[in-house]
């Protein structure tokens, strides 16, 4: 029962992971013994982290491609396999955010958003669980967001793109459970991030906040690492279609 957390020679790869959370989930998975597969849309970027982490003791590729771009992805995909090993965890993490009032939101802007935090984590998945299949073994972890589930001013394309990779992963849990491959999601709540800075330095929005979620407080991205962990390894072999949400309890409250 000790390997029940273990990841030891368990290669993952992270979509958008240079940086932000992405990279903090690369640096926990990695303490727990995994090889992190480094994605960046640009190899400079992607090569930095990479680099990071394996001054830090661990190990680590580097691999960029551009998740919106199926030929790229493809390429990349086959690429790793072939180069570096099997993928045994996708995390699709990449993902960008765009604030406008509903009516006034850009249609270009709209389609970037839905392109990256929506479309990418179909294509990025169907290439690497195409090779998943034929090994019948492989875990998808999709990052989704407490906008899977609630609406807010300016950000309805999110929340929509969000919401469709909560579907995404019952769908993916369906067609896939059969093959031994687990689909889950992570649902992050309110973190302090980049992403999330101006809503951190707004007093206004934190004291709601405060008082919205029972554990009182914002979220810190290291707390994401433990579910991430739970996702990528035998623990979770019979957990599938799953949204694991770390909110302190946001969802539940009213």
């Known amino acids: 029962m000790n390997d029940l957390f273990s990841l030891q020679?368990?290669?993952i790869l992270i979509t958008g992971s240079a940086q932000g959370i992405g990279f903090l989930l690369a640096n926990g998975l990695a303490k727990y013994g995994a090889q992190i597969i480094v994605n960046d849309i640009t190899q400079e970027r992607a090569e930095a982290a990479a680099n990071k982490l394996t001054?830090?003791?661990?190990v680590a590729k580097a691999v960029a491609f551009n998740v919106t771009n199926k030929a790229d992805i493809d390429k990349a995909v086959s690429q790793i396999e072939q180069d570096i090993g099997p993928i045994d965890v996708l995390i699709n993490n990449a993902g960008i955010q765009r604030r406008h009032p509903f009516t006034e939101f850009p249609e270009q802007e709209w389609n970037e958003v839905i392109a990256v935090n929506q479309t990418a984590v179909f294509l990025v998945s169907q290439a690497v669980t195409r090779h998943m299949m034929e090994r019948k073994a492989g875990k998808v972890i999709n990052i989704c967001s407490m906008q899977s589930e609630l609406g807010r001013d300016t950000i309805t394309p999110y929340a929509?793109?969000?919401?469709?990779?909560?579907?995404l992963t019952r769908g993916m849990c369906v067609e896939l459970a059969r093959y031994n491959i687990q689909v889950n999601g992570i649902a992050p709540g309110y973190f302090k991030t980049e992403m999330t800075k101006a809503l951190v330095d707004?007093?206004?929005f934190t004291d709601w906040l405060c008082?919205?979620?029972?554990?009182?407080r914002w979220g810190d991205p290291e707390e994401l690492i433990g579910a991430a962990v739970f996702l990528s390894a035998k623990a979770s072999d019979f957990v599938n279609g799953h949204l694991l949400?770390?909110?302190g309890g946001m969802l539940v409250a009213v």
């Open 9 to 11: 020679g368990k290669r």
């Open 202 to 204: 707004d007093q206004a």
């Open 55 to 58: 001054q830090a003791g661990y």
């Open 160 to 167: 929509a793109s969000k919401g469709a990779v909560k579907m």
């Open 211 to 216: 008082k919205r979620t029972p554990a009182a």
């Open 245 to 247: 949400f770390v909110d």
